[in-house]
Structure formats: C-alpha cells, structure tokens
C-alpha cells in the first residue's frame, strides 16, 4: 500500500484522513437504501446518481457536500442572458427572431467578423440570442445539466469547460466560416452537454440514474433540434445584407471541447486536474488551436481577399 503522503487524490487526502481518525466513515449500504433523508440531502443523492459513475464516489460526495459554495456560475451566466435578452427585447420591441431588427448587431455584445479585434466580442456573445426559441432551448440545457455538474464538480471545472467552449466557438467561426457573426450561449452549453452525454456513455454501466436512455434520447433531440434552428437560420435570406445571419459553427465547436477537454475533466472527479498527463494533452492541443486561430485572424484574411461585410 502506498503511504498516507502519496496519496494523490483529493478525496484520499480529507475523507481517508477522517476515517482514520474515526470521525467519518461510510456505509456498507447503497445510497439508495438510506431513508429518513430531507428534501436537500434527497436532491444531493438525485445529483450523485445523474453524475457519477462509481458508488464510492456517490458516497463520498453525498457525504461532504454543504451547498457552500452553491453553483453559483452557472445560476450567474444563465440570469445575466436572460437579463441581456430581455433588455434588449424591449429595445428592439421584439421578443422572437430578434436578429431580424436592424438594430440587433449593433449592440457591443455580438461577434462581428468586422470587429473581430475587439477581443471581448469572442466571449460577450454569449449574451446575445437570436430570439426567444434560442434562448429557452439554451436555458433549458445550461441548467438542467449544468447545474448538477457544478454542484459535484465545482465552480472551477465546470467554468473551464464552459468559457473553453464559448471560446472555441467564436474562434471556429472565424476560421470556418469567415462572413458570419456569432450569438448564443451555444458553444459553452454544448461542451457542457457533450461532455456529460460522453461520460455516461463511457459509464453506461455504472451510470444509476433513471431512465437513462430516454433522458439521453431527449438531451440529443434538443441539441438536433437546437442545431437544425441554427443551420435554417444561417443560410435563410438575410433580412439586411450583405451580412449573413448568425452562424451555427459554435454549437461544433464547442461539442469537439466537450468530448475532448470536457470528459477528462468529467472523469477525474476524484483526481487533481494537473496531475492527468491527458488533460495537460488536451489542454495544449486547444492553446495550440486558440493561438493558430488568432495567427489566422490577423493574417487569414487579407491573404484571401475575404469580403467582410460592413460593421452594424
């Protein structure tokens, strides 16, 4: 056995320590059989069951998780854009396909192949929703999903992967497909969604939440379908042109994030993040990928000639 100080796991440091002082110790019974739990401690074993994989990890989470702190980026996130989209609904006095007023781009949010130096657009159009249709669709994924992994695997990690996904999102449009502007929350929603869809594939056996199969049915309908309303909307005639109508290349880029970065971050629950030789790979593989996009969009497009439309 190896001793106490090598230990290299975040759950081997704190709860192995506690049992070995007697303070702590789990039980013999499934988390399932456990009765006389109140509303709370119910909802901590419901999140066990919908995230991890393994029955000791359930175990050891139900057992030291407090709510504090709650999952307060994703709450965050989701209120600012439902803020945003309602603020600018009453501007534009539309709630659905607000892209179509003539005003919806030029908010400071959106990406704009034109403004593309302003580096706070790559992140900020995460704010932005083409109309109320893409805003529910997103809301709906970001919290059902991303909640529960915020409250197992914290603040830090989920927040990674997310803004990894935001990022990646833009940068991939601005590689791809080059006219385009970007709203949406969908690149950071996906590599959320993703990652989580991926890890209980790989777990399908030890993943005990109920009625797995549906409930995986239904998360890849609302991405298809989430997907399909981009796609239509991207190449439907634009209601001002030249300018195109928001692309759908964030939603890939941040699923190739989610099965990529995303599940080396879902997997090691109980592992430190800088000690798995396969997150520091994926890790750089996506600098590398950030740093020849930014290479790109300095360069790329005056070497082809690529006619942007005029900014909003």
Known sequence: MLPFSQMSNKRSNSFRRAILQGSRQLKGCSLRDEVGLGLSQRLVRHVAYETLPREVDRKWYFDSYSYCPPPWFILAITIAEVAVFMYYGF???RMILQVSSPSFLKSPLPYHPQLRAQI???????????????LSLNMAMQLL??????????????GLVYMCGVLAGSLAVSVTDMTAPVVGSSGGVYALVSAHLANVVMNWSGMKCQFKLFRMAMALVCMS?????????????????????????????????????????LQNYEQRLQE???????????TLFVLCAVFWNIFAYSLLDVRIPPAP
């Open 91 to 93: 501007q534009l006095e």
């Open 276 to 286: 798995q030789s396969l997150f520091w790979i994926f890790f750089c593989v996506y």
């Open 225 to 265: 379908v989430e997907f399909g309303r981009a796609v239509w909307l991207r190449f439907y005639p634009p209601a001002f042109p030249p300018c195109p109508n928001p692309s759908f290349v964030a939603h890939l880029g941040g699923v190739v994030v989610g099965l990529t970065l995303g599940v080396v971050i």
């Open 145 to 158: 999903v991303g909640v529960p992994l915020e409250m197992v695997h914290g603040a830090l990690r989920i």
């Open 120 to 134: 706070w657009r790559y992140f900020s159009y995460i704010f932005m929703h083409t109309g109320i249709e893409h």
